[in-house]
């Protein structure tokens, strides 16, 4: 057997750029005269920009740590163990950089063994352990904590999670196996799986200390002080913990099989993690935390040697690193201050414009339309959503008074847009409309300022081709709603100079969102490669596939809802418009669905419908059935899996040589930040390129071995 050290050691030679994590020991005298401590604390050298992570020299760090305390616990001088972490941080779980380098699964299992191994130690020790929650917690972080016999927590935490399976993975030391044996197996799941599924939601402290996880709260500006005379309290008696009996009947089995029902919900049984982190938590019922500590070990080699794991830190780089330096997007001090936005449209997407760069910017946003009463409906919008920000204690009054007094609406342009440097167009899509729009604003606007469009399929070069300064036009395509979806397309077209761009990058980063750089090409991005999609699934209904069939083919990609569901999000309507525009540029691809056109010329919402008897589950709307004109070709769910699936990677194929985004991980990044493509596939790319897709049909991967996959 090798020991903890030899196993890091191993471990650590596998990565040699890990930031080591350095675990200081100090002594002190309690309060109370409860005795001599001694505290550990976690620390990088950075500041909390760079969060404390755990790689294999960072866990030999505390395992030393430990072998100081251990000795001294068992030679009576020291009365307890506290471990805390550096300003704002606690620690946030493994160094992901270090498991993305592994390739063999004895590698991956002794990453396992070696974190349980030594965190387990600090449930071992002579003398009672405290964790001190000072900051951000997350994953590894949180289970370090766990092991410890008590744990108090800072109500000023921001952020605390286990987000495993979020990424691909379990909460392998000791997550999956201490926290249902201490707060419960329904909190538990609650915690792992729910959280997790739901965009890795995170708990503030005050949370964390009403699901039991810590024992005592703290407020954050002495929080260390309060939490080292409470832990006298503790070793001295005067203070008594008590921890509700956690129920291991019926209840755990229950919060199981509610979390196997969320994972479905979430992910339709195509990725394992959630399932193998139920699998554990059902197991640990029997309170066998050794039992539990060897079947995380063993979910986590299986994982990380897995495609859903790479492809997960895969997509968690390209949101956290590339989304945040875009590719291709000129130098950043090209661009011009933005000190007044105007906004063409007053209808509800103008009014989300309005509201996002009101709160983003907090400079002048004036709204312009064809008539008073449009004008002032698009303000009543944004007043609303002032009134609702208020309401639930997001802003206070001044903040409200003052976002309020910064929005106006005009009719004349003239007068709204004189000294404007942005203006958005969110008007009809349709290129004389837009045109105008554009002629219109150039006659009034300063020099300087860009012209954006929010078209979500038109030419952008067209758009501005008619101007004097076509230069200054640039694409700036949002995604429904507005509020939730981080992705915006800018579109670069032909005479688009770098300083509009700049500038339009520039605001993007203001307001909070993805800013990917595209090519003004047809339908740009996501629009381009969901039509094809949804017009392939189209495709095979109009031949004769029955809808459910068609619906359910793709189930296997684990997307947020089907594809008919996600028509009738966006709106058949528009469905249908973008299909037509596709299908003038690329005839040969795109088609025009008969049925689809008899769906939105009868007026249909879309495909379904939705009664409470059936549990609004959605059922085709007998209505549309009858519009339904099909062929007589039925397909199987894999044969039309294949079809749609082939008919995706040759889009993105084409869309790659005719350069409309730098690369493949930039049209992984569209879908994850504007369609909802979940994490564990990595978006698009990796899956085509892991079912064997992607060189089926171009005779080549997307991506190179070892990216959001297993290193060869």
Known sequence: ???????????????????????????????????????????????????????????????????????????????????????????????????????????????????????????????????YYNGAAMGGGVEVGLHCTYRTVSKALPAFSLPEVFLGLVPGWGGCTILPNLIGAEKAVSVIIENSL????????????????????????????????????????????????????????????????????????????????????????????????????????????????????????????????????????????????????????????????????EVPVVLTDIDQERVDKGVGYVHGEIDKLLGKGRINQDKANRLKGLVSGVLDKAVGFADADFIIEAVFEEMSVKQKVFAEVEAVAPAHAILATNTSSLSVSEMASKLQHPERVVGFHFFNPVAVLPLLEIVRGEKTDDASLATAFAVA?????????????????VNRILTRFMGEIQNIIDEGTPVETAEKAVEPLGLPMSPLVLLEL?????????????????????????????????????????????????????????????????????????????????????????????????????????AGWPFHLGGITPYLDREGVSERVNGKRFLAQGVASVPA
């Open 570 to 674: 966006v709106g058949p309507a528009i469905g249908l418009h973008v299909s037509e525009t596709l299908n003038r540029a690329f005839p040969e691809r795109f088609t025009v669905s008969p049925n689809l056109k008899a769906v939105v010329e009868a007026g249909k919402r879309g495909f379904y419908v939705y009664k409470p008897e059936n549990g609004f589950k959605p059922e085709l709307d007998p209505e549309v059935a009858a519009l339904l004109k099909q062929g007589d070709v039925v397909l199987t769910e894999e044969q039309a899996r294949d079809r749609v699936l082939d008919a995706v990677a040759q889009e993105i194929g084409l869309m790659l040589e005719e350069g409309v985004v730098a690369e493949a991980q930039d049209i992984d990044l569209c879908l994850i930040t504007g």
């Open 509 to 525: 980063k203001k307001l909070k969102k993805t800013g990917v750089l595209t090519k003004d090409a047809p339908a740009f991005v």
């Open 1 to 131: 057997m090798s020991t903890t050290a030899e196993l890091l050691k191993g471990a650590a030679e596998l990565f040699p750029d890990e930031v080591v994590t350095s675990a200081h020991v100090r002594h002190f005298e309690l309060p109370a005269a409860a005795g001599r401590f001694a505290l550990i604390t976690l620390d990088n050298g950075f500041d909390h920009t760079k969060p404390t992570t755990f790689g294999p020299q960072s866990l030999a760090h505390l395992n030393t740590a430990i072998d100081q305390v251990e000795a001294e616990a068992a030679n009576g001088e020291i009365v307890g163990v506290g471990i805390t972490g550096k300003p704002f941080i606690f620690a946030v779980g493994a160094d992901l950089k270090g498991v993305e380098l592994l390739k063999q699964h004895s590698d991956a299992l002794a990453i396992g063994k070696g974190g349980h191994d030594v965190f387990k130690r600090l449930s071992g020790l002579a003398v009672p352990t405290f964790a």
């Open 198 to 361: 739901n965009q890795n939601r995170q708990l503030k402290g005050k949370q964390v200390f009403e699901l039991g996880i810590a024992d005592a709260i703290f407020e954050g500006a002495d929080f260390l002080e309060q939490s080292l005379i409470w832990t006298a309290g503790v070793l001295n008696g005067s203070v008594t913990v008590e921890r509700p009996e956690v129920d291991r009947g019926e209840a755990w089995d229950q919060a199981v099989a509610k979390g196997r029902a969320v994972a479905d919900s979430k992910v339709h049984g195509a990725a394992p993690a959630a399932y193998r982190a139920l699998d554990i938590v059902e197991a640990a019922k029997d309170g066998d935390l050794q039992k539990g500590f060897d079947a995380e070990d063993q979910a986590l080699a299986d994982l990380i040697m897995g495609g859903e794991l790479r492809s997960g830190i895969y997509a968690f780089n390209l949101v956290q690193k590339r989304g945040k330096r875009p590719a291709g997007a000129p130098d950043k001090n090209l661009a011009r201050p933005v000190t007044k936005v105007g906004v063409v449209g007053a209808g509800l997407m103008a009014s989300q414009l309005a509201l996002l760069f009101l709160r983003r910017l």
